[in-house]
């Protein structure tokens, strides 16, 4: 019989110990913590994701700024916000949210945010100190995994980790934090020849692809920890992960529900991150 790993319960304890930190501060006269999010158009998961992270701000006690700008919006416009944001004193992280639309470079715009203030960890600064081990923001989504992991025992050190997928925000920093943790990681991806014969060495197993319950039974090591990263919706509009939950879970020892695993985490992280901005300013 496998556990499933509740995202949610995890992230619940930890919003509560930042929530008491907030109530900490502000009883010592410390300023809050700051979190400003900008959006720009009107992508309807984007619009979600901002609203979810402005309602988990005001839970823990957070300020928050949520900056709409329109789809035409030029990128002097974008920087010149983020220029007047990075001297707020009363902001200590700032979170552009992506997609951005087509005519703006996320690369210039993320390059314009004070690394101090980039508790989203894109910053190249912050991108160098992920790969170092240094101390720094942790990057939000894996780092969440990782206390995921941590929260029920699962430590990485010696074993087989498998990462499907490469992308900067996930499948790279996942396979560095793992690393670090002493894991022997192999990261796959679109090009990987036989790919259940890779994920099939995991004794962890990531998946971050974004393609609806791509991951079978065959595909999955008896016993297996099995991370579910993907957030997609399935023939019936439901929300799904990457993983066929149904079939893979039984053969797990550990497994994240989609919803209520990962995604939880993801923006706990990015709570830990401003309360840390706001701690070093
Ligand atoms: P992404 O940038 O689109 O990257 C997807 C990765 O999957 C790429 O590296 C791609 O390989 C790989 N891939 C695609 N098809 C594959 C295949 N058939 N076999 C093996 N690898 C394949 O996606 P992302 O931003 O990392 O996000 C992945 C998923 O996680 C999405 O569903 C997203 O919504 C979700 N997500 C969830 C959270 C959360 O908080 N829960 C946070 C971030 C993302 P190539 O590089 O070769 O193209």
Redesign the pocket.
Known sequence: MYTLIDGKAVSQSRRNAIATEVANRKAEGLPVPGLAVIIVGNDP?SQVYVRNKEKACLEVGFHSELIRLSEETEEATLLSVIDRLNGDPAIHGILVQLPLPKHLSAKTVIAHIDPKKDVDAFHTVNVGKIMLGEDGFSP??PA?IMTLLSAYGIDPDGKSCVV????????KPMAMLLLHQNATVTI?????KD?AAVTRTADILVV????AK?ITEDMVKDGACVID????RDENGKLC??VDFERVAPKTSYITP?PG???P???TTLLENTLKAARLS
């Open positions: 998961a939000c989504t969440g499907v997928g490469r992308s900067n925000i996930v499948g796959a991806h679109s090009h990987t790919l971050a692809i974004g393609k791509f990263v993907g957030m997609n992960g990457d989609v695993g990962v995604g985490m993801t923006i």
